[in-house]
């Protein structure tokens, strides 16, 4: 693999950030995952916007332009032969004497890799448990400190499980790395509201739209694992997965342990929308 670091294109062994990154030692960066479908980036705009909302509020900046980016995201595309997957693009403050303080002169790093990976194929469906939400308190912000949902995931691996969704206060919050929705048996898709408890997908908003297009009703609020389990379907949306329906929750099977109407038609339509 071709990847990208700091204004050269080189061979993944040979790309280098030194030990003292601020990325490393204090999980002081950001990152975006925008999706590759035949060969092309979707809906790198939106991405784009929250990477400069996740820097501002981490008090950083972009240090190329956006249309730099753009062009170095196709670059590797390119380089990579990449017909479906994702490219992961990371900032961090850059390399500093290791203090708490931000670092008054550190040149940012900026770091980009392609993963290939099939998005689109027909998904057969996840199960997920539940687990406490154990994330910071502005989970809005895109930053690269994943340990919480990392060692989240890994419960749920080792139940058996694909996924967890977290739950905070009662309710859930999102996925480990993506957002949760239910659909209730007269077809309305219930997700969480956007606040800085929950990361604001990109996948989301454009599902959403779709589905408003589409006349479907929809509820932006909390819901609980009670409620989902009585829920006709439900599903995920990420990046790295599009729309992947839900077919389990804490061992509660629903729309018969297979994707239902609504999140097949909503999956089969978001994927073509952004062909
Ligand atoms: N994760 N919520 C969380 C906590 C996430 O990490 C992600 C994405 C999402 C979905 O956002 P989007 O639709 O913009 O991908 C929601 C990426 C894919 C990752 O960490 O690999």
Redesign the pocket.
Known sequence: RTVYVNGSYLPEEKATVSIFDRGFLFADGV???T?VLDGKLVDFA??VT?LERSLNELKMELPVSSDELLEIHRELIKHNKLDEG?I?LQITRGAADRDFVFPKNAKQTLILFTQAKPISAPKSGIRIVSAPDIRWGR?DI?TVQ?LA?SLTKMLAKEAGKDDAWMVEDGFVT??????AYIVTKDSKIITRNLSNS???????AAVLKLASELDMEIEERPFTIDEAQQAAEAFV?????FVNPVIEIDHVELSGGKPGPVVTRLSQLYIEESR
């Open positions: 990152y975006e995952v999706a939106g991405h929250r994702a992961y989970r895109k994943l949902p999102e996925g480990t790395s993506c957002n929950i990361l604001h997908g990109i996948t989301r949306t990420a990046a790295t997965a």
